[in-house]
């Protein structure tokens, strides 16, 4: 057994136990009891075990227990062979206990019941990975994923087609074809940077081979690359997937055009809410726009936000609207902290801001201070001054 073949074995072993508890099917009368009270077990006929036995052959695998799995899948085949569950349990079984032949063998007669047996499919993908038989792999892991777009244990699946440069074409191809689970896809649990940049580098294969998914599809995503401080990724991702996109200058919608539209960029303004601070869009001439808020609070409030990327130096932000109103502050790994020690006035000759190190995930916020009534706030500018 070769290194890769270990190692994709191990990830199949990885991952039955939680697949087992995900294909548990629904049985009838005392079958289906039996699976919550063991005891009960015995009170159901031979025929009706079926669902019994694979019931425990699933918790068997949760557990790793090859044994008790191997000796309860086979009862559960000996009950109902004509089910796909109860084959591709011994299947998994006999693969846990590291009885590769016996496992195929159960797997193969898995196979001829259909496409929706989970674990089935998990086997029979893996084998075409390791055979290098990505085309029937990408084939395999789409049934697998259309089945169930939340399928436990996914990110270990489409990793060997993600990082794998033979792999990859087949797996583009099914993106291609806009799956079901492109979706799910697209949305990845939490903001795991190694996964960002395996789905980032898709994204970009599928782009350069003339598929663009638009702007809304890739939306949420490019915001997970920002947010997890890939920003150059999350450039390429949003150029290469929103038709008439365009990111140049220091600072995006300083017009506040994309804001006004009700559909920004993720690159440009997010508005902060809050109970206390109201903020509304108004067009003030063709292409011209303004926001009108107002701060009801006690304290400053921050009611904008933009992820920017700048090296380290001296910029100033300049902007239209009522003086000592309005301060802007940058925040590195986190959010754009209160304004202290503020040289200048954004809306009034602009303030300095300073960028004193790297930063991977830089934010501008702009604040407001406590108003009595509403105010304006257009034309805003970022330059660099040293």
Request: charged share 20%; with cysteine; proline share 6%.
């Amino acid at each position: 057994m070769t290194a890769r073949t270990r190692q994709l074995t191990r990830r199949v072993l990885g991952t039955i136990g939680v697949l087992a508890l995900a294909v548990a099917s629904v049985g009838s009368g005392l079958d289906r009891a039996s699976g919550g009270s063991p005891a009960l077990s015995a009170l159901v006929p031979g025929p009706l075990r079926a669902q019994a036995d694979r019931t425990t052959a699933q918790l068997a695998l949760a557990m790793m227990e090859p044994r008790t799995a191997v000796a309860a899948a086979q009862s559960a085949v000996a009950a109902d062979p004509v089910d796909p569950g109860s084959t591709a349990l011994l299947g998994a079984a006999r693969l846990l206990g590291n009885d590769f032949a016996g496992s195929e063998q159960a797997f193969r007669v898995a196979a001829r019941f259909g496409w929706r047996e989970l674990l089935t499919q998990r086997y029979w993908y893996t084998a075409a990975v390791q055979a290098g038989d990505y085309e029937r792999a990408a084939e395999r892991l789409d049934a697998l994923l259309r089945t169930r777009p939340e399928l436990p244990g996914a990110e270990d699946l489409l990793m060997p087609l993600e990082t794998d440069p033979a792999a990859q074409g087949a797996l583009v191809r099914r993106l291609a074809e806009r799956p079901l689970w492109l979706r799910t896809y697209l949305n990845p649990f939490g903001a795991r940077t190694d996964i960002i940049a395996r789905r980032s580098t898709m994204l970009e294969l599928l782009a350069r081979q003339g598929t663009q998914l638009g702007c809304d599809a890739v939306r949420g995503f490019v915001g997970k690359a920002l947010a997890s401080g890939s920003r150059a990724t999350a450039q390429r991702v949003w150029l290469g997937h929103c038709p008439g996109a365009t990111l140049s200058g220091l600072l995006i919608d300083g017009g506040l055009a994309q804001l006004a539209s009700g559909d920004p960029s993720p690159f440009g303004w997010t508005v902060e809410r809050s109970g206390d601070v109201t903020v509304r869009t108004e067009q003030t001439g063709e292409d011209k726009f303004r926001l009108v808020l107002r701060n009801r609070a006690g304290v400053s409030r921050l009611v904008l936000r933009q992820a920017i990327d700048l090296p380290p130096g001296r910029y100033r932000l300049r902007a239209t609207g009522a003086a000592n109103t309005f301060a802007a502050s940058l925040g590195c790994e986190r959010g754009p902290g209160v304004p202290r020690l503020v040289v200048g006035d954004l809306a009034a000759g602009g303030q300095e801001l300073r960028v004193l190190e790297p930063c991977s995930r830089l934010e501008l916020g702009i604040w407001l201070r406590p108003t009595p009534q509403d105010v304006a706030l257009a034309g805003l500018a970022l330059e660099r001054i040293d």
